[in-house]
T-cell receptor, first 116, second 110 residues
């Protein structure tokens, strides 16, 4: 089973709202990722967690706050977003980051976020 | 630094072949190929390691030319199900992350 699940599928929020995106995997993977994807563009890395610790933050604005409460779960907390933050947010997981090279990343279906 | 994919778009008839290239100005450690259909998650196809490895997956194969820092994805006897956008993700040694090319949109017509 190589499934990564994400909830919700769609989210519409105002600029003053606080919301969270959730990602879950049960493959025993210890590396988890958040990507942002705009229409007709490639996925852009936002955050990487390795063994529940934040490993990479790609200079993402503080209105995005990631959290990894355990090895299976990854959250992305959203607060005071801007309309330009509207995008598809993809979660991915891989075995870990300890190998010589990157392991295969398995992507979830994404959450389509609209900020009004 | 983002790798460059070419071509940006390809239109084929079912049964025709296609080649998609992915080039980097940096020394690559690995190249990961994905296909994404509209409204869906990217789906992993294969990983190429530095060393000029060639891999195959049904009628889809790929190669990695370390001298040129270029990977090529070969789709032979294309099927309608091959339609989608193909992304290469490149790994630079020590970076522990993938940087994706801008994508190649492949359309297969009957």
């Amino acid at each position: 089973d190589t499934e990564v699940t994400q909830t919700p599928k769609h989210l519409v929020m105002g600029m003053t709202n606080k919301k969270s995106l959730k990602c879950e995997q049960h493959m025993g993977h210890r590396a988890m990722y958040w990507y942002k994807q705009k229409a007709k563009k490639p996925p852009e890395l936002m955050f990487v967690y390795s063994y529940e610790k934040l490993s990479i933050n790609e200079s993402v604005p503080s209105r995005f706050s990631p959290e990894c409460p355990n090895s299976s779960l990854l959250n992305l907390h959203l607060h005071a977003l801007q309309p330009e933050d509207s995008a598809l947010y993809l979660c991915a997981s891989s075995q870990d980051l300890t190998g010589e090279m990157l392991d295969t990343q398995y992507f979830g279906p994404g959450t389509r976020l609209t900020v009004l | 630094q983002q790798p460059v994919q070419s071509p940006q778009a390809v239109i084929l008839r079912e049964g025709e072949d296609a080649v998609i290239n992915c080039s980097s100005s940096k020394a690559l450690y690995s190249v990961h190929w994905y296909r994404q259909k509209h409204g869906e998650a990217p789906v992993f196809l294969m990983i190429l390691l530095k060393g000029g490895e060639q891999k195959g997956h049904e009628k889809i194969s790929a190669s990695f030319n370390e001298k040129k820092q270029q990977s090529s994805l070969y789709l032979t006897a294309s099927q309608l199900s091959y339609s989608g956008t193909y992304f290469c993700g490149t790994e630079i040694m020590g970076a522990q992350k993938l940087v994706f090319g801008q994508g190649t949109r492949l359309t297969i017509n009957p």
